[in-house]
């Protein structure tokens, strides 16, 4: 009897271990991917392992489906590797080479690497920008497809002449997205239109919107690695039509159409979790001879209406956002050197303060990731970056 039962445990537990082991290899994506990276002063090894590892983040784009490239984020490959290398730990679970071949001043090497799906994310989006905005709102608008003629006696006795036929469909790129993104790009952020991507049809926006569907929402941050996300939908409504008789004996000369926005702009913390910035709904009314002019002038009124409400709250969750990181400057020796210094940080894109801490010590409040900043500073010809962590970076001016 003994004997049985410590034999069904046995076969108990085996099995759980086996599902176990089953499930972690099912959540595994193995894809191939290339990695290319300069040979410097005949350092064959160094170009290897560096090439390996941008094959490998390549892998993990592959894995998570990211749309923008998280080398193309920022300019300053060696920091930009720095991060990777930082980042990739843990994510790919082994891979093997393929092929590798020595290209004049380059390594080229291809890899088969598996990947786990769900710490790639995590890996991808913590580069993503904080002033990157991904904008998706579909509009629904009118198209005609047969013009009728209708005659028939108004109460007052006079002939009306109207008749319309029309079917609706859905615009991804209209003239409300393309205003906003213009504006929006004005101010200096990193916008993208989702809706050229075909990342999601319109009727699957308006479902996210209605049932407040989180799941589309954060995956399509992970795609853009984007941090803010608006997403929304447009409807219209024909108020009156041309022809149409609005008392007295008067017959409407245009078509007036209401349209009507509902919307949400969304960031997530630092768990990933969506967090709704705000939501909301706005309206605008259009008149033209036709319906769809109508609708196009309608949705001039709206934009009109809804980008200074978007910009106010994406600027209040930018500034709110800013961390302060700690700038030391080597070969800052006098007063007008550290002014000189001090201007030059100030023009930084999307450094909001910078504070004066002693010849060449500063603290610069900034809303993105400090990789991004040391980038900037980087690219700045007087200035050769030291050393960076995510609190401080050390920089040498030269004049």
Not at 26 to 43: P, T
Not at 50 to 77: D, F, L, P, T, Y
Not at 183 to 200: F, N, S
Not at 340 to 362: C, R, S
Request: proline share 3%; charged share 25%; hydrophobic share 40%.
């Amino acid at each position: 009897m003994g004997r049985k039962i410590i034999a069904v445990f046995l076969f108990v537990f085996i099995f759980y271990v086996s599902v176990n082991i089953a499930e972690c290899f099912a959540e595994l994506k193995c894809v191939d991917a290339e990695g290319e990276a300069v040979i410097v002063n005949n350092d064959v090894p160094s170009a290897k392992t560096e090439a390996i590892a941008r094959a490998k983040w390549n892998a993990i784009e592959q894995a998570v489906g990211v749309e923008v490239k998280a080398q193309s984020v920022v300019q300053n490959m060696t920091l930009v590797d720095d991060a990777i290398s930082k980042q990739i730990r843990g994510v790919i679970s082994g891979f093997k080479e393929l092929d590798k071949e020595t290209r004049k001043d380059t390594f080229w090497v291809r890899i088969n690497a598996c990947v786990e799906p769900l710490k790639a994310r995590d890996a991808v989006s913590s580069l993503a920008l904080n002033n990157s905005i991904a904008v998706f709102i579909p509009a629904k608008k009118p198209k005609v497809v047969k013009e009728m003629e209708e005659i028939h006696k108004t109460p007052y006795g006079k002939t009306e002449r109207s008749g319309l036929a029309t079917k609706d469909e859905y615009d991804e790129t209209n003239i409300l997205s393309e205003n906003l993104i213009g504006r929006l790009t004005e101010q200096g952020y990193t916008v993208i239109d989702v809706a050229p991507t075909h990342a999601l049809e319109a009727q699957e926006i308006e479902n996210a919107v209605k049932s407040g569907n989180f799941l589309t929402v954060r995956s399509l941050m992970y795609k853009f690695l984007s941090n803010i996300l608006l997403i929304g939908k447009i409807d219209y409504t024909i108020s009156t039509r041309k022809g149409q008789d609005i008392g007295y004996g008067i017959s409407m000369p245009f078509n007036n159409v209401t349209v009507r926005l509902t919307y949400r702009i969304v960031s997530r913390d630092n768990t990933g979790k969506a967090v709704i910035l705000t939501a909301g709904t706005e309206e605008g009314k259009g008149m033209a001879m036709n319906v769809e002019d109508a609708v196009a002038n309608g949705l001039k009124d709206l934009s009109a209406k809804l980008t200074p409400v978007v910009m106010d709250k994406v600027g209040q969750y930018i500034k709110g956002i800013a961390k302060k990181v700690q700038v030391k400057v080597g070969g800052v020796n006098d007063t007008n050197t550290n002014f000189e210094v001090k201007d030059i940080l100030q023009n930084i894109a999307w450094v909001t303060n910078v504070e004066d801490k002693g010849l060449g010590e500063f603290t610069l409040s900034y809303p993105e990731n400090p990789i991004y900043l040391a980038n900037s500073i980087g690219q700045k010809g007087n200035f050769q970056i030291v050393n960076f962590s995510p609190y401080s970076i050390t920089v040498r001016y030269q004049k």
